[in-house]
Each structure stands twice: as structure tokens, then as C-alpha cells.
């Protein structure tokens, strides 16, 4: 005989009651995404902190399969407290619509959440300093596939002297995930007449879209 429906929920309670007196603590995906982004917004832990108009956490779909990762905010990201919104942002985002998705359906963050002056490369050690936020993220979203955009991005996942032009193009894994590392939209804008350099981007973000089941 089917069990009645209240005796099972009042059971679920129970045991629910019994985990939480034992100190388990139940936490949404949201919440946890949401604590984490008010400790990036106010955090002091490297020089940029000091420099920068705010910190830009990250944004996108929570439960996304795909996550890109690039440098550190720039400018226009430094003043409106979003990822990828300046020039290299609307290329970004015009290659996310080629791999038929929307914005709000991938993760976009960077490796360091505050911009360093003057559009620097982010230096050791505030790579360091970000870099739980970075692995938090990861852990909370459980993306299936990282697109690293540039250099720096591609060295926080992948062991290797080689350049950018030998490593993209080939899936790494980190994890349980595969991480496809390829240029730079910033780069793809200095190199605008590159026709070439287009073409590889455009190649990785098919074997991404492959590999997630993308026509
Ligand atoms: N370049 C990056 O690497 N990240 C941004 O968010 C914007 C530009």
C-alpha cells in the first residue's frame, strides 16, 4: 500500500529536525552564492582594495555548465561592478551568442575580483589572495567546462610554459571539469585584421559547444 504523502513529509521533518540539533546546516546554492559575493564586495585582503571603485564578484546563471574566466575587471567593469561589460566585454559577449547561448545562462568571472591600476596584469600575490574566491565559485557552480580567456587566466589552471597559441585549442583537466584555454577577446581587438586569430577562438568554442551537446 502507497505510504500517505503527510506521514512521509512529517517524517522528512523529523530527521530534517534531528540533522540541524546534530549543528548540520542546510544552505541554497543562491545563498551561499550570495554570501560569498558580499565577502568579495568587502574585501581587503590585497592592495587593490584601496585602488579600486568596487569589486566585481562575477555574474550569470548559478547552475551554469559553462564558465568563462578572464583576467581582472577593467575600467568600465570597475565602475558598474560587472564582469566583461566594456569593449572586450561586447566581444565576449557576441561569441557567447555564436555558441547560442545567452549571457545569463554561462558564469562569467574573473581571476581577480578588483581592477588593478591602470589595467596592469594582476601580480602574484593578488592572484593568491583571490584565489579561494575563484576555487568557491568553481565549487558552488560546478560548471562542466572553463573557457580561460588570455594568458593569466590559462596559468591559474594549467601547468605549462608553453604560449597561449600552442595551449589553446586542447581541453585540460582540473578537477572533475575540463578547462579549454583560449585568447583574449582584448587580444582579439589589438589584433583586429587577424583574421586567423579569430578563426582559433572560434575553432575552441566549437569543441566546447561539442563537448556540452551544442549544434
Ligand atoms: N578583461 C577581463 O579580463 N575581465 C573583464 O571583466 C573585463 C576585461
Known amino acids: 500500500m502507497a505510504k500517505d504523502p503527510d506521514k512521509i513529509l512529517s517524517e522528512v521533518e523529523d530527521k530534517l529536525k534531528f540533522l540541524?540539533?546534530?549543528?548540520?546546516?542546510?544552505?541554497?546554492?543562491?545563498?551561499?552564492?550570495?554570501?560569498?559575493e558580499e565577502t568579495i564586495l568587502n574585501c581587503q585582503k590585497c592592495p587593490l582594495a584601496q585602488t579600486r571603485?568596487?569589486?566585481?564578484?562575477?555574474?550569470?546563471n548559478l547552475n551554469a555548465q559553462l564558465m568563462f574566466i578572464g583576467e581582472a575587471p577593467g575600467r568600465d567593469e570597475d565602475i558598474q561592478g560587472r564582469p566583461?561589460?566594456?569593449?572586450?566585454?561586447?566581444?565576449?559577449?557576441?561569441?557567447?551568442h555564436a555558441m547560442t547561448f545567452q549571457r545569463d545562462e554561462v558564469y562569467i568571472t574573473n581571476i581577480v575580483k578588483c581592477r588593478p591600476p591602470g589595467n596592469?596584469?594582476?601580480?602574484?600575490?593578488?592572484?593568491?589572495?583571490?584565489?579561494?574566491?575563484?576555487?568557491?565559485?568553481?565549487?558552488?557552480?560546478?560548471?562542466?567546462?572553463?573557457?580561460?580567456l588570455g594568458k593569466v587566466a590559462a596559468d591559474f589552471f594549467i601547468r605549462s610554459s608553453l604560449g597561449m597559441t600552442a595551449l589553446r585549442?586542447?581541453?585540460?583537466?582540473?578537477?572533475?571539469?575540463?578547462?579549454?584555454?583560449?585568447f583574449h577577446p582584448s587580444y582579439l581587438i589589438r589584433n583586429e585584421g587577424n583574421k586567423t586569430l579569430k578563426k582559433m577562438v572560434w575553432e575552441?568554442?566549437?569543441?566546447?559547444?561539442?563537448?556540452?551537446?551544442?549544434?
Open 120 to 148: 596592469r596584469n594582476p601580480q602574484g600575490n593578488e592572484i593568491t589572495s583571490c584565489k579561494d574566491y575563484l576555487l568557491a565559485q568553481i565549487e558552488q557552480i560546478d560548471p562542466k567546462v572553463i573557457v580561460t
Open 204 to 215: 575552441d568554442m566549437k569543441k566546447v559547444m561539442a563537448f556540452l551537446g551544442k549544434k
Open 20 to 36: 540541524s540539533l546534530l549543528g548540520v546546516e542546510f544552505v541554497s546554492r543562491e545563498s551561499s552564492v550570495v554570501s560569498l
Open 53 to 60: 571603485t568596487q569589486a566585481v564578484p562575477g555574474e550569470g
Open 169 to 182: 585549442g586542447d581541453f585540460y583537466d582540473f578537477d572533475n571539469l575540463k578547462v579549454m584555454p583560449t
Open 84 to 96: 566583461f561589460v566594456g569593449r572586450a566585454g561586447q566581444l565576449l559577449t557576441k561569441i557567447i
